[in-house]
């Protein structure tokens, strides 16, 4: 075979060009799929994963879509993505509103789990992280109503850690406490029975991924109590400092703010629960005066 | 359309010489297998009886057999992850298994895509429907290499995104949606685009089975081919007719009798239209150059 004949000199013509055009036409469809791959990755808010599930970048690399999770599920909480759903085709999620993960102590799908898709070194369902609770709607809450509904916080099954109810004074009323389900997201695993529970027809607590739900502090913020707390005392001379003026909204009244504009200083009541522990003033209706 | 009339059906002299049931039996045996195999899968969620758990990706058989499909496997890899040890275990099973029996036993004896691309290929043939192909029979290794090329890029399990074949098996078992909608999409594109246009150029999934079973030892052999009588009803019935020719009429050019290239399927259509039992199951060593002999 001499490569100069002018035939095998075709021959390579005609194998360049149905490579290119094998290239491109290919090459056309890979970048459609990997477009397509990178929207998959885009989670939907609601979407739950489950328990021990690496962060969506990683886990449509590890998920083989086998379903081998939904299967050992004990409450049929997982199911597989269908083509026409937003997450990827084939990959186990859970909408916590239709049924939230029930926390199985031996977390059976996590051990289903033929690949690290779900992390194999999550023992303890209350290290789970599959999102956070947050209080979404305040405007919705019963609890933010001044009601005693209470269910989000009744139903968490780490009630009293994930979910505190936090005492606040109802100034609607003047004379009532509102009780506020509040998300501790260090305890919270996103099971999903808060907004599962939720009495609303639309939940105002929902679990969100944590990326959503969460803020994060500047890496060089201190807090100043904690601080104060950790070095067993102030850190400056509090003596030499000052105190700027600052001015409140119209109309409120903070006990014992000096108000520059007036040079008056309002009387100290104290507040219950605060740290400074002054004693608190009865409110109207206990004896006290309004 | 008088074409339809006229025209001889694929193995016609076949059913006179073997009856229905011999010129078929490769056909049904493979039915009963795609359909058991699917049937394994199905008396779970239908009858709570667990047999297989899962799907073709990665299923879980009597709580001790792993089997996981290497290809999806590979993707995994090259996006960074490796499984768990009961994953690389299934690879193991699954990549000795297709390796002596030959990887496109997968397409043919298991697929479920198979099943409707034959249906197309069967209507097509009944309907007369004309026309060349114009994608080559390697468009699929394109393919194949770009979803490796793309998991390792995008960091997901790329071909997974659309693979019909998994999107198929595992809406029968998990809930269909809208893959129906993929599966027809498939079924008229092979009816009326493009004739064995899925399995025969585009699947990446065969293609990387047709690799893994490159030197398998169980291969399909015209052994008998001097007793071939140029009917072609076998090049009409194959799915992957070009693999025929170089095995069957091999005689003179120094060639043996067993089809060695890697995307015959060993679904042994050829053997059962074969009204002269030209073609057998056999191994790819008992491969002579000269098969007068055996055919005389």
């Known amino acids: ?290 | 359309m008088s074409q339809i009339a006229n025209k001889k059906r694929i193995g016609a002299e076949a059913v006179e010489e073997k009856g229905w049931l011999g010129a078929h039996k490769w056909l049904l045996l493979r039915r009963i297998s795609q359909l058991s195999i699917l049937g394994l899968f199905l008396i779970g969620p239908l009858a709570g009886i667990w047999v297989v758990k899962g799907n073709l990706n990665y299923s879980h058989t009597l709580g001790v057999l792993p089997l996981t499909d290497p290809y999806v496997a590979l993707q995994s890899l090259l996006a960074g992850h490796v499984p768990e040890t009961l994953g690389l275990v299934g690879v193991a099973i699954v990549l000795v298994f297709y390796f002596l029996v030959g990887g496109r036993v997968y397409c043919s004896w298991v697929c479920p895509i198979n099943m409707v691309t034959d249906a197309a290929g069967w209507l097509r043939d009944r309907l007369g429907i004309k026309g060349a192909s114009s994608l080559s029979a390697k468009t699929r290794y394109w393919i194949l290499g770009m979803t490796f090329i793309g998991s390792a890029v995008t960091g997901v399990v790329l071909w997974e995104l659309i693979n019909p074949v998994s999107m198929l098996h595992r809406g029968l078992i998990f809930g269909v949606g809208a893959t129906w909608m993929v599966v027809l999409a498939i079924f008229l594109f092979d009816l009326f685009v493009m004739s064995r246009g899925w399995c025969g150029r585009l699947c990446p999934v065969g293609a990387f089975y047709s690799l893994l079973g490159r030197w398998s030892p169980l291969r399909i052999s015209a052994n008998k081919r001097s007793a071939c009588n140029d009917c072609m009803d076998c090049f009409e019935v194959c799915p992957e007719p070009q693999v025929i020719r170089p095995a069957l009429k091999g005689e003179g050019k120094g060639v043996g009798p067993v089809i060695l290239a890697p995307n015959c399927t060993n679904c042994g259509r050829c053997i059962d239209v074969c009204s002269k039992d030209v073609f057998t199951y056999g191994l790819r060593f008992n491969n002579p150059v000269s098969t007068e002999k055996a055919g005389a």
């Open chain 1, 1 to 290: 075979m001499n490569s100069k004949t002018p035939k095998s000199n075709a021959a390579r013509r005609q194998f360049l060009f149905d490579s290119a055009k094998m290239a491109c036409g290919v090459g056309m469809l890979g970048l459609g799929l990997g477009l397509y791959a990178k929207q998959s990755k885009a989670l939907p808010a609601l979407a739950l994963r489950p328990p021990g599930a690496l962060p969506e970048s990683d886990f449509l690399g590890a998920c083989i879509r086998c379903g081998l999770c939904v299967r050992d599920c004990p409450y049929n909480t997982l199911e597989l993505a269908k083509p026409e759903d937003p997450v990827a085709t084939g990959t186990p999620y859970f909408t916590a509103r239709n049924i939230p993960c029930e926390m199985c102590e031996d977390i059976p799908c996590v051990k289903a789990c033929p690949t690290k898709a779900l992390d194999h070194a999550l023992t303890d369902i209350n290290k789970a992280k599959m999102g956070v609770a947050v209080l979404i709607d305040h405007e919705t809450c019963l609890n933010f109503l001044g009601l005693r509904c209470d269910v989000c916080y009744r139903v968490c099954p780490v009630i009293d850690k994930a979910i505190t109810l936090d005492m606040q004074p109802n100034t609607r009323t003047g004379r009532h406490a509102m009780f506020l389900p509040t998300v501790h997201s260090e305890h919270c695993t996103g099971c999903g029975k808060c907004e599962k529970s939720c009495v609303l027809e639309e939940a105002a607590i929902r679990v969100l991924p944590p990326k959503l739900a969460k803020g994060e502090l500047g890496h060089h913020y201190r807090v100043g109590w904690e601080e104060q707390k950790k070095a067993g005392g102030s850190l400056i001379d509090e003596s030499k400092m000052l105190d700027l003026p600052d001015r409140l909204p119209e109309g409120a009244v903070l006990p014992g703010h000096y108000d520059p504009a007036s040079g008056h200083t309002e009387a100290m009541r104290g507040m219950a629960g605060s740290e400074a522990g002054v004693i608190p003033s009865h409110p109207p209706g206990l004896g006290g005066k309004p």
